[in-house]
């Protein structure tokens, strides 16, 4: 598990850390909580620590200069600091040194989770990066880019902690691109990334992070270049190929406002699985697709059948159907089919080469209407039947977990206590756990309570709060803030679309 240690003078801080959040459901353990930043910095110079949980205004040694001792001893040390609204000044300097976020006091314990979560996936990925790299990306501006593009962040903070960072808003023409590596290991993205920087110089502005070593995303604005997008990107890729790099990009629409960027990377995002095609780029747009033809498509694979589900694709497209409406719904099944498969955690593609020679014929935008259709029904019969198949798992207990959370039965349900009745250690459970579904424990039950709630509110005509009370959020707050999050609705907005398509 990763060490964290906690340096706050006020104790009654220190001990609302220690109990505000599950730590060992993010795979961390708390090793030092103390009131006295020499302390925290003697602990850490003696032992290897993963983070720095610390206040900047404190008597004994201000948390500037803990943070700058500690990171001279262990120089990838992640670094959360706690902050005052009028220590505003202190908090910048901090980032210089390195820290990567902050939160406000009082301490909000929705927000501590979530930073937690975020600084857990940091660390995996600073392990998996060339360390050449590791310095650099993942700082500050890493993670400010990432809640950027999640939209994580409400417009007051946005503005401010880019305003810390330097990044201006005010520009214009947002892109988000998502590249990822086919090739294993983090040596290939580094390198693009290499190329990526110098193909911008004097072309236009970017901001990124590495979601992991084989996948990078970037906020492209104001291209300075008389040639469109595509064909900028387009260029990218072939000197990324002439250097033997396989990399592929998926291309989010182009928004006019900082505060929409999160549309352009949903977008992009929801057609990775391209990446599986023999097509190096995607271009992500808008579908043009009527309402009643978007039923047919995003049906539920419960009580449903390939025959019953083709039958109601083709009283809507017909060899007649224009192409553009064509294409633009094969990619709709697509993204429709492997959200099913992520949401029903099935593992990844490589884990089934049918699958995967299936998508190297994926058909072009200008195929005729028997090969698009052939391809739909090929690509749906396998996708059907790993869908109807039981998942498995290496550990049976890991198969336990997932039945106990999707029960919903304790509302409280948590790591320590499953781990309990499991006769195993937390750690020991939540790292199996994280290594066999890619999840920590936390974000997956979040994940879990999400899709319930998704049925409560299309199925049934339970108020929000109840449906709150059913599926297990701390509160009703929280869970729409959650909710708007993931689908950019409200949850009454989201209930009312469903009910009206």
Known sequence: MYKVVIVDDEATIVDGLKSAISWDGYNFQIVLATTSPLKALEYIQEHEVQLLITDVSMPELDGLELIKKCKASYS????????????????????????????????????????????????????????????????????????????????????????????NLNLTNFTVLIFTSSDKGAKTMSLFFEILLSSLLGKGVGNFYFENPKKAVCVLSEIKTDEPLESFICHLLDMARYQGLSIFCSCGPRVDTASLVHKSYAHAASLLFMQYTKKESIFAKEPELNPLLLSKICRSYKNLNLEDYMDGLSSHLTPHTPQTVLYSSLLEIMKWSFQELNDQNVNTLEDYPELMDCMQSFPDSEDGYILIMDFIRQVLKIIFDLLSSPVETTYPIVDAVIESINSFSDKNISLKTLALKMNVSASYLGNLFHQQTGYYFNDYLTQARLKYATDLLINTDMIIKDIVDQVGFSSQTYFNRIFKRHFDLSPLAYRRMKHTS
């Open 76 to 167: 990838l040390l992640s670094v959360l600091v706690l902050s005052a609204y009028d220590d505003f000044a202190y908090v910048r300097t901090a980032l210089r040194y390195g820290a990567e976020n902050y939160l406000l006091k009082p301490l909000d314990p929705d927000e501590l989770a979530e930073s937690i979560s975020q600084i857990a996936n940091n660390i995996q990925q600073r392990e998996e990066l060339s360390l050449s790299h590791s310095l650099n990306l993942l700082t500050f501006r890493s993670t400010f880019t990432e809640n950027w593009v999640k939209n994580t962040l409400n417009r007051t903070d946005l503005k401010r902690r880019a305003a810390f960072l330097g990044i």
